[in-house]
Each structure stands twice: as C-alpha cells, then as structure tokens.
C-alpha cells in the first residue's frame, strides 16, 4: 500500500466513511493534483465514468463528497440556482464564475479588496467572506 492510498483510507475513515475501492478511487480524483480542482457531483461522477472507467453510483459519490466537506477537505461554493460547487482548497479566496463554460477560477484574496463590511446580526460574528464574481461572455 503506498503513502497515498494510506493517506486517502485515513481521510475516509476521519469523515466516518468505509474505505472502499470506489472511495479510494474518488479520493484519487479529488485529491492527487497539483492544482485546485472545482467540480460538481455530476461533473465527478461523469470524470469517474468516462476518465477512469469507474462505474460508482451517484449516491456513493455525494455521501463521499458531502462528508469531505462536512471533514473540512473539501469547501462547497454555491452558484444559486441549487447548484453547489466544491473546490480542493480549502484556503479563504474568491472566484470568478463563468456562466458559459461553468467553471470556477480561484482569485487570489489579496486581489480583492472590500471597503465596507456590515455589522453582523446580534450575537453573530463573521466566519469568513468569500466573493463569487458571476462573468459571461462580452458581446
């Protein structure tokens, strides 16, 4: 068993998940990259598919996803629309949106400046703030 694999079983079993070989196999998608990955369940399910010739249910693939992000492996951006994204940095930054093409691109945070922060509801505090720039095509 290499370093990997033995690093993959034990993000599985931190989240509360079995590993199984359709997991390890998700794990492999997620997680040996060198760059951020963006990507929505059925984006990874159809990369599992056609990519790797795996053949893992939907269900497998969201419970795995969700309890990453629930782990803190994974961070999930909401476009609107009930359409979630989940990006493998976790790091506070910002994103630009592209409604064409469906992709999410990082923005450094120090490339984003905010002038004015609102006072949060009594008993409330600010996590974080992370902005999502929604960009199209220029006609």
């Known amino acids: 068993m290499t370093t990997q694999e033995t690093n993959y079983i034990a993000k599985l079993r931190n989240?509360?998940?079995r590993p199984t070989k359709q997991r390890i196999k998700i794990c492999e998608?997620?997680?040996d990259r060198e760059k951020t990955f963006h990507f929505s369940i059925s984006e990874l399910t159809k990369i599992l598919r056609?990519?790797?010739n795996q053949k893992i249910?939907?269900?497998t693939v969201y419970n795995t996803v969700h309890a990453f992000q629930k782990k803190g492996y994974?961070?999930?951006i909401n476009i609107g629309n009930d359409m979630?994204?989940?990006?493998?940095?976790t790091v506070s930054h910002h994103h630009f949106y592209d409604a064409n093409t469906n992709e999410l691109?990082?923005?450094?945070?120090?490339?984003?400046?905010i002038k004015k922060i609102p006072t949060p509801p009594s008993g409330k505090k600010i996590d974080d703030i992370e902005v999502t720039f929604k960009i199209s095509k220029k006609i």
């Open 57 to 59: 249910s939907l269900a």
């Open 84 to 89: 979630s994204y989940f990006d493998t940095n």
């Open 15 to 17: 989240s509360g998940l």
């Open 105 to 113: 691109i990082d923005i450094n945070s120090h490339e984003v400046e």
């Open 50 to 52: 056609l990519q790797f």
């Open 29 to 31: 998608v997620l997680f």
């Open 74 to 76: 994974l961070k999930e």
